[in-house]
């Protein structure tokens, strides 16, 4: 079995140039964690025109120009700390990881990809991002004949076979990369100004500044409430003629991250929701990393939104490690597929001087390589790598609208404000600073690029480009960028190892804590857990800024340095919330129903339902579940059943849950008794007490110990003076879906083991861990069938979730139609244009 954190290697080439590219260092920001409102105006036509494992400055490296992304404690900072244990946990921290990553011998043993040696500056004083990328070529080893000839036969035959073949793939790259005429380079270069080819550089984009939908997804959203009403008709077995739009519950779906795990998992979900008529009832899907690559999947020309044809290609793909240098430098250096992969990085380098090219955008290459590249390598199509492209496929509501996630994070500084007397910073101002980190969510649509912290958005086919003051900054030519390739986005959405080294240490520190003696170096490590939180060893990719400059534009409540960052950083937005909800709720959006399908490694011990709790309560959202999710450790059954016993019985069910929690009690009491005094063992067997129906109490005290397949919680509109962590519904208590005050159902499906499916546990099977990338036919038909198996289990509770929030609806646009002809009646009658019940006609 292949060790999941072990890798054949990557490109040399690549690897090389975005480690001399990529920015290092951690940037200052100042900051309030408030919410912002921003947004776009309609476009106006115009003429056609080695990951670096430390934080602080690396030798030999140029240092970065910009400003505000990410910030790390300065050495002059002072800390409760002493200097000498901040250095041996740092140490012992970069040990630790260094061991968990390292290859095992078995590894040493399998093709890997030649290591990039450092190149000297180059003395023509072209300092421009594409010289610095093509010139990142020169220097790598064995990139030329010489130097394999000037290797010893006896090591030569250490070396796998394909690395013999490194030169002739680095000589064409070269000669493909130089944009002489002719050159794969000068084609991408010139296309990049053919309107014909890139419709959207014709148009400039205005930075939109608003709290509400974009008009093309209310457009969207009109015309699949239509769609939506004929198949929840299908769904439910109700007449068609009967189900009003009006009625009709927004549904939405959301995929976890999880790198292959997350994609393979979630493919097999979206095949069983398609399979029972759910998913044509959702209005959106949301993903974060892996569940973001099947959407785009999904709504590429590969699969033609069909999920059978996804499991078919990725069969078909993910069989060969993304970085298994053979295949990876066939694909970039053969037509048709070296054109779409490298489209994006020839022109985000040479149209944007400041760019740069980073171990993220590396991965995007080579993500895209495998998965966006059918089996046979020749039918490749140019739509796919486009994101706007996708609006295609839901201009006429006929598809779900899919929402891709990212995150930025936002460090304050500490500034001199903090600071005492003798120049350190007071424990008060880090424990500001602390609390003030954050993450800004970002959402991508195929109609906008949104942040709900600024409030404001550009077209998605103007991402890529340059934009100062609210308006995008064509180049010195005038001509602008065509949009951002979906490589580079493929890496952005599942850049998980642009985690802190907090989550770094997170993901290794089970292992050190059941080794025995190390749990000092634990203690050491984890009590730093505050700076190693602030610090990203691997740079995240950058996209241009669309608020910068427009400082005095949007609300104050936007962080000051963002202003005047030209540049955005942004990661996977798992390292926020691996459960991408944020987005859905989102003001104008009114979702009833979110599905959520978990496929996350840490399922039962980071409770990513009760984050979105904090999310909902900062915003004002009502009507979120409060206390969904895995309920914590330390909580019991006599816990939750006291937290519930604080509830008020607003209701006749209220009331006798009431009465059947005071007979549990007087149960317990009964048996303490026993325990004092154990019964006769010869004494006759007396008939046991029925427990068949258990209070809403018990089932939620038992429900507290282990979730299901399948729970379902409801929220509620308005808050009752005590609250208690609500139970999950059941047959029992699915009235509550349909209280007139109930707020947001959650169905909520973990991915976990199965009896159906034996032999396979996404928490034991080594294939499913999230470093693992590659996959079998058999381990991809397992873990499908995996999904199936457990949506089975819950496919009846979600069908009735669903209608019962059907018949709310339905049950309120009734009284309400009722009261609104009441109300014309009574205003006719003040008019005098009709008479008094009773009078008048004989019909009276």
């Excluded at 009284?815 to 205003?827: C, H, I, M, S, Y």
Aim: with cysteine; charged share 25%.
């Amino acid at each position: 079995m292949r060790d999941p954190r072990q890798s054949h290697g990557c490109l040399a080439a690549l690897m090389r140039s975005s480690t001399r590219i990529s920015k290092v260092g951690h940037h200052a920001i100042t900051a309030s964690p408030q919410r912002a409102i921003a947004n776009i105006a309609p476009p106006r036509r115009t003429k056609a025109a080695n990951p670096i494992l430390s934080a602080g400055k690396v030798p030999g490296l140029r240092q970065p120009t910009r400003s505000g992304y990410f910030w790390s404690r300065q050495e002059k900072e002072s800390s409760s700390k002493s200097p000498a244990a901040r250095s041996l946990s740092v140490i012992a921290l970069s040990a630790l990881l260094i061991y968990s990553l390292y290859p095992t011998d078995a590894s040493l043993q399998r093709p890997a990809a030649a290591h990039a040696q450092p190149r000297p500056e180059s003395d023509d004083g072209d300092q421009s991002a594409w010289s610095k990328f093509t010139g990142s070529f020169e220097g790598v080893p064995f990139a030329s004949q010489p130097d394999l000839d000037s290797i010893s036969d006896k090591v030569l035959g250490l070396l796998p076979e394909w690395a013999k073949s490194i030169p002739v793939y680095v000589r064409k790259l070269q000669r493909e990369l130089n944009m002489g005429p002719g050159t794969l380079a000068d084609e991408i270069w010139r296309e990049a100004h053919d309107p014909a080819i890139h419709p959207e550089i014709q148009y400039e984009a205005e930075v939109r500044v608003s709290e509400s939908l974009c008009d093309e997804e209310k457009t969207f959203l009109s015309r699949r409430r239509k769609v939506v009403a004929a198949a929840l008709a299908r769904y439910l077995g109700l007449d068609p003629e009967e189900v009003h739009s009006d009625d009709v519950p927004v549904i939405a779906m959301c995929g976890s991250g999880g790198g292959l795990r997350a994609l393979v998992a979630g493919a097999g979900s979206l095949q069983a929701t398609t399979e029972d008529g759910l998913f044509d009832c959702t209005t959106y899907i949301s993903g974060v990393s892996g569940s973001c690559w099947l959407q785009t999947l999904f709504f590429s020309s590969i699969a033609g939104r069909r999920v059978d044809r996804v499991i078919e290609h990725l069969k078909a793909r993910i069989g060969i490690h993304i970085a298994y240098p053979p295949a990876a430098f066939s694909l970039l250096t053969s037509a048709p597929t070296n054109k779409y992969i490298l489209s994006g990085i020839i022109e985000k380098l040479k149209g944007d001087p400041g760019a740069d090219f980073g171990l993220v955008d590396a991965y995007g290459m080579l993500l895209a390589a495998r998965l966006l590249v059918p089996k046979g390598e020749l039918g490749v199509n140019e739509s796919d790598f486009k994101l706007s492209s996708q609006r295609e496929h839901i201009r006429y509501g006929q598809n779900p609208l899919p929402i891709y996630t990212a995150v930025r994070h936002e460090i304050p500084q500490l500034d001199a404000s903090g600071a005492s007397a003798e120049g350190s910073v007071s424990e008060e101002a880090k424990e500001v600073a602390k609390k003030e980190a954050w993450f800004q969510w970002f959402e991508m649509t195929p109609y906008e690029f949104f942040c709900e912290e600024f409030g404001a958005g550009i077209p998605t086919w103007a991402m890529g480009r340059m934009f100062q003051n609210g308006r995008d900054k064509p180049a010195d030519d005038g001509l602008r960028m065509p949009e951002v390739r979906m490589p580079s986005l493929l890496g952005i959405w599942g850049s998980a190892f642009c985690a802190t080294l907090s989550h770094y240490y997170r993901e290794i520190r089970p292992i050190i804590q059941s080794i025995s003696g190390l749990q000092a170096i634990d203690d050491l490590i984890w009590g730093h857990n505050e700076d190693l939180s602030k610090v990203h060893p691997i740079d995240p990719a950058t996209l241009p800024n669309f608020v910068y400059g427009m400082k005095g534009k949007l609300p104050p409540t936007v962080p000051e340095a963002i202003y005047d960052s030209e540049y955005l950083q942004l990661m996977d937005a798992g390292m926020s919330n691996n459960l991408p909800i944020y987005p859905l709720l989102r003001p104008g959006r009114d979702v009833d129903i979110v599905v959520a399908f978990d496929a996350s490694a840490d399922i039962k011990t980071v409770n990513w339902l009760s984050v979105v709790e904090g999310y909902a309560r900062q915003r004002g959202i009502k009507g979120w579940p409060v206390g969904a999710g895995w309920p914590k450790p330390t909580e019991s059954p006599s816990t939750v059943a006291k937290q519930l016993d604080q509830a008020q019985a607003n209701t006749a069910t209220g009331a006798e849950d009431k009465l059947a929690e005071a007979q549990v009690e007087q149960e317990v009491s009964r048996q303490k008794a026993t325990d004092a005094n154990p019964p006769d063992q010869n004494a006759p067997d007396l008939p046991a007490e029925d427990n068949s129906e258990k209070s809403e109490v018990q089932k939620a005290a038992e429900a507290a110990q282990e979730l299901g397949y399948c729970t379902v919680w409801v929220g509620r509109t308005q808050e009752r003076s005590s609250e208690p962590p609500p139970p999950p519904i059941d047959d029992a208590s699915s009235w509550r879906l349909m209280e007139p005050d109930a707020g947001i159902a959650v169905v909520y499906l973990p991915y976990i083991a199965n009896n159906k499916v034996p032999g396979v546990d996404p928490a034991t099977s080594e294939y499913m861990s999230t470093w693992n990338f590659v996959y079998t036919p058999e381990q991809i038909d397992n873990a499908v069938a995996l999904a199936h198996a457990n949506y089975s289990e819950g496919k009846a509770q979600i069908r009735a979730t669903v209608q019962a929030v059907y018949e709310r609806k339905k049950k309120r646009r009734l009284e309400g139609e009722r009261e609104a002809k009441r109300e014309r009646l009574r205003r006719r009658m003040r008019l005098g244009l009709v008479h008094k019940l009773g009078e008048g006609d004989h019909f009276s």
